[in-house]
């Protein structure tokens, strides 16, 4: 099985900081890695597809990048409504979650 | 809009069945996979089961085989999950998503398996 181990588990940021978040792979997954976000309540919401590609409507202050084990996502800078829990999802073989990332406002 | 809606969830005794529903619209259903995940309290997210779009394709995840049976009605756009032999360790948040990727995601039913 595909282990994904996600980093920080939590994070601490100021309104306009950049903010990235890691996740990395147990073994090759290609670009098969997508970034969530999920608010308290709501139901998670897909940010970033195959590693890079922007879901429709998500703010362009989000990107991810990476390959094969190694992928990040990154907040430009940090909007208030950005503070979420993230998580990222492979999808190369089955599918295996990261531990999440807790983000709140400095 | 893509809208997944899951309902069904409550408090079982460990042993007995429930079945969860999940009732999609704003996509056409029945060309898209469609998957069950699970988060534990405190835990984090396991994928379950999945579903070929005719239904004809399941695959689970190794401790719900044999008691978790994922299945589809396409005529009704609803996805459905039936749990049987439930367990103190089913406790979880149910979540149903569409798609290879899990593009959209419902808000979840909360399942207890408790005595």
């Known amino acids: 099985d595909i282990q994904m181990t996600q980093s920080p588990s939590f994070l601490s940021a100021s309104v306009g900081d950049r903010v990235t978040i890691n996740c990395k792979a147990s073994?090759?997954?290609?670009?098969?890695l997508n970034w969530y976000q999920q608010k308290l309540g709501e139901a998670p919401k897909l940010l970033i597809y195959n590693a890079n590609s922007l879901q429709t409507g998500i703010p362009s202050r989000f990107s991810g990048s990476g390959s094969g084990t190694d992928f990040t996502l990154t907040i430009s800078s940090l909007q208030p409504e950005d503070v979420a829990t993230y998580f990222c999802?492979?999808?190369?073989?089955?599918?295996?979650f990261g531990a999440g990332t807790k983000l709140e406002l400095k | 809009e893509v809208q997944l809606v899951e309902s069904g969830g409550g408090l079982v005794q460990p042993g007995r069945s429930m079945k969860l529903s999940c009732a999609a619209s704003?996509?056409?259903?029945?060309?898209?996979?469609m998957a069950w995940v699970r988060q534990a309290p405190t835990k984090g997210l396991e994928w379950v089961a999945t579903i070929s779009t005719s239904g004809g394709s399941t695959y689970y995840r190794d401790s719900v085989k044999g008691r978790f049976t994922i299945s589809r009605d396409n005529a009704k756009s609803t996805l459905y999950l039936q749990m049987n032999s439930l367990r103190s360790e089913d406790t979880a948040t149910y979540y149903c998503t569409e798609g290879y990727g899990m593009d959209a995601w419902g808000q979840g039913a909360s399942v207890t398996v408790s005595s």
């Open positions: 999802l492979q999808h190369n073989s089955w599918y295996t």
């Open positions: 704003g996509f056409t259903f029945s060309s898209f996979p």
């Open positions: 073994q090759n997954i290609n670009r098969y």
